[in-house]
Each structure stands twice: as C-alpha cells, then as structure tokens.
C-alpha cells in the first residue's frame, strides 16, 4: 500500500490502524487474520545496496477462511457494498492507483533447518 501524496508515513500509518483497519475487520466477511507490515528504517539498508526506494510504505496480507479460487469466491470474500466502503475510505488515506492485489502462497522453512536455530 502507498500513502496518498503529501501525507505523512506516521499521519498515514496512524489513519490505518485506527480508522481504516477497524473498518476493514468490521466488514470484511470471512477473514480470519489481517496484517499491516510497514517499512521501517530501509533508507541505510537501500542505499548501503544501491537499491531504489520502495514504491510502497505497506504490506497487507488478508486471510480468508474460504476454500476456492479469488474468481469463484470474490463476491463472498468482497461484497460490492463493502469494496464501495472500503474504497471511499482509501481515498482518506492511499494512493489507490499505485496499489496491487496478488494472491500468494506461501513455504516456510522448518525452524530446525536454520542455522541460527541449530544448537
């Protein structure tokens, strides 16, 4: 997620957490877990690699207790009149134009194959 221009990171992680995700966990049906990962403290890290600055000053992940495929369930898992509150909302506080949606899946690896976890 990428906050709309001329907003602040803390004005813009502050209208996340307690206007717009209060609202999403009210409305959205079937979700079972919602996150919000902000970027942190990659400038050092960014420019000790040569890496260009995200586009973006959030990740979401949303869960969903559904099975079936994003076009088979979307309606369930998205109904017209919630992306209707939702988007509204966004308006407050995201660049919408600048945000995507992808469907993951995600490999974990076994704690005990770490190194850091050996003994």
């Not at 600055?53 to 869960?63: H, K």
């Not at 945000?99 to 993951?104: D, E, G, L, P, Q």
Request: hydrophobic fraction near 35%; proline fraction near 6%.
């Amino acid at each position: 997620m990428k906050r709309k221009q001329g907003m602040s990171f803390e004005a813009f992680r502050d209208y996340y957490e307690n206007n717009h995700a209060p609202l999403a966990a009210d409305l959205c049906p079937h979700m079972v877990r919602y996150t919000r990962t902000y970027l942190t403290g990659w400038q050092p890290l960014a420019r000790s690699a040569q890496l260009p600055d995200p586009d973006f000053d959030c990740i979401t992940e949303c869960w969903y207790d559904v099975e079936g495929t994003w076009d088979e369930r979307k309606l369930d898992l998205l109904p017209a009149e919630v992306f209707k509150q939702l988007a509204a909302d966004e308006e407050n506080f995201l660049d919408r134009r600048a945000n995507r949606m992808v469907m993951c899946e995600t490999e974990e690896s076994e704690p005990g194959t770490l190194l850091g976890n050996r003994g």
